[in-house]
């Protein structure tokens, strides 16, 4: 499949997964770090993605995006098989997946319009940025696609003024606004207060409201229990269970959790 065969982020019918991870294994010399995994992420839909630590998340979401190359098994975007070769971090971004790290790519002293288009600057016939639609669009994307609509936080505010839960929003607004289809989050909720909690979920709900896919890794089970429609469990790089939130309670989901880890 080459990156021309989709047009990132058109939403076109005909498909029913966004991703689709079929009997992916993942090897570090003699250690299987992913065994036999089987995931599909549909439109539109919220994914939990947990286990403890060495579970093998963060193995997953690097072969699901490009960072890791399997050492066997198929993935498929929006049901075209992807070649693993040719797969790359670049290549995952041409076909609307993006992971947003826990606000490490914004820039603490620029405003809040140069980060939404680094690296994606809008030009004008001659070559220079233009200042005033790059403004106009972000204004947009505050108001719209993440929901600032006080008076404190403008286009021409820093970065560094915002609080966690708001450099979380500006970095999931901008996903939106470049047409992620999926988006990947990476504990966002981490080290942050009661109340930027609340603000960050907001945002993750948003992510669906307005047509997008995401997979949310989290170690905060309350957090990840309350937005996600489906929760995957991994334990020692396999998928052992989906979870509805409605047919397992967050204790009970703790419990069960613990009991993986001590049948170890």
């Known amino acids: 499949m080459s990156t021309g065969d989709v047009v990132a982020g058109s939403g076109a019918a005909g498909y029913q997964h966004i991703v689709r991870l079929a009997d992916v294994q993942k090897y570090f010399g003699a250690v299987q770090a992913l065994k036999n995994i089987n995931l599909a992420i549909g439109r539109n839909e919220i994914v939990g993605l947990i286990g403890d630590n060495g579970a093998g998340k963060s193995t997953l979401i690097k072969t699901l995006t490009g960072v890791l190359k399997p050492s066997a098994g198929r993935i498929f975007i929006r049901e075209e098989e992807v070649d693993l070769d040719d797969y790359s971090v670049h290549m995952a971004h041409k076909l609307a997946i993006q992971t947003v790290f ?3 790519s914004l ?3 620029q405003p809040l319009w140069r980060n939404f288009f680094v690296g994606r600057q809008i030009t004008n016939r001659l070559g220079f940025i233009d200042i005033k ?3 106009a669009i972000a204004e947009e994307i505050l108001k719209k696609a993440i929901g600032f609509r006080g008076a404190g936080i403008t286009v021409e ?3 560094k003024q ?5 450099r979380q929003g500006i970095a999931i607004g901008r996903a939106m606004h ?3 289809d999926l988006i990947i989050l990476d504990e966002p909720t981490v080290a942050l207060a009661v109340k930027e909690v609340r603000k960050v979920l907001d945002f993750v709900r948003r992510i669906k409201t307005q047509g997008h896919a995401c997979i949310y890794i989290e170690h905060n089970l309350a957090h990840v229990h309350e937005v996600a ?6 334990d020692r790089g396999e998928i052992v269970a989906e979870v509805r939130p409605e047919d397992m309670t967050v204790p009970e989901l703790t419990e ?9």
């Open 102 to 104: 826990q606000d490490k």
């Open 107 to 109: 820039g603490e002293k």
């Open 133 to 135: 639609q790059e403004k």
């Open 157 to 159: 505010s820093t970065v």
């Open 162 to 166: 915002l609080s966690g839960g708001e």
């Open 178 to 180: 470049f047409k992620a």
């Open 229 to 234: 429609d489906r929760l995957v469990v991994l």
């Open 256 to 264: 069960y959790l613990i009991d993986l880890q001590q049948s170890h």
